[in-house]
Structures are given as structure tokens and as C-alpha cells.
Nanobody, 131 residues
Framework: QVQLVESGGGSVQSGGSLRLSCVVS???????????MGWFRQVSGKEREGVAF???????TYADSVKGRFTISQDTATNTLFLQMNSLKPEDTAMYYC??????????????????????WGQGTQVTVSS
């Protein structure tokens, strides 16, 4: 139904910036309004944490820990989801995943969705922030 391919991760020093990209490839049956797509992150041994989500109407939701520093956006022409991360902190170090709902599910962007609401996941891209 959906393939998600992330890129843009890397290693930066505290205070630096990175821009993650997620190319979204949808099958012809993925035509319903699924509400939102978003980014999660996971540290080894911990649950995935919702980071930022964007609705089909452009509305956005952020985890409190990234508000004011991260910005989610999308380019519908290229089917690409972005996460601009500024003022990075060591605690932002994690594997970052792009996620999409099942083709006929509806996941609103707020309140902050949990990982159980999403069916399709990318392979992840590692972000490492050093102090």
C-alpha cells in the first residue's frame, strides 16, 4: 500500500540542525483521507515516541520536547514529508521513523498519535547529537 523511505540523518553537535526527508510511495488504492502522517523516534530499549504530525489539511502537532525547535512539512508535488530539526540537543539522539496509517484508517493529528495508530513504517534514519 505504502512505502516510506527516510533520509537525512547524521551526526551533529549540540545546537546544530538536520533536515529529515521521507519519500512516500502510495499504491493506487491508497486514496482515502487517512488524517495525518508523522515522525516518531526511538532510543534503543525504549518505546517509540511521537515527535511531529501533519494533517491532510496542513495542521500540525508536536511533542512538547520538540516544540519551537522542530518543524514538520510536506511537499505534495513530490510526495515527500520533511522534519526540520533546529537547536538539536543530545537527548534528541534516536532513530527517526516516518509513519503512515492503514489505507482506510483515519488518524487525526491531535491529540498526539501513538505508534499503534500507524501501520506503515520506514526503515529509519539515525540522528546523533553530541554535546
Amino acid at each position: 500500500q505504502v512505502q516510506l523511505v527516510e533520509s537525512g540523518g547524521g551526526s551533529v553537535q549540540s545546537g546544530g540542525s538536520l533536515r529529515l526527508s521521507c519519500v512516500v510511495s502510495k499504491s493506487s488504492s491508497y486514496t482515502y483521507d487517512t488524517g495525518c502522517m508523522g515522525w516518531f523516534r526511538q532510543v534503543s530499549g525504549k518505546e517509540r515516541e511521537g515527535v511531529a504530525f501533519i494533517g491532510t489539511d496542513g495542521s500540525t502537532t508536536y511533542a512538547d520536547s520538540v516544540k519551537g525547535r522542530f518543524t514538520i512539512s510536506q511537499d505534495t508535488a513530490t510526495n515527500t514529508l520533511f522534519l526540520q530539526m533546529n537547536s538539536l540537543k543530545p537527548e534528541d539522539t534516536a532513530m527517526y521513523y516516518c509513519a503512515a496509517p492503514y489505507y482506510n484508517d483515519y488518524v487525526p493529528p491531535f491529540p498526539l498519535p501513538t505508534e499503534r495508530a500507524f501501520t506503515y513504517w520506514g526503515q529509519g534514519t539515525q540522528v546523533t547529537v553530541s554535546s
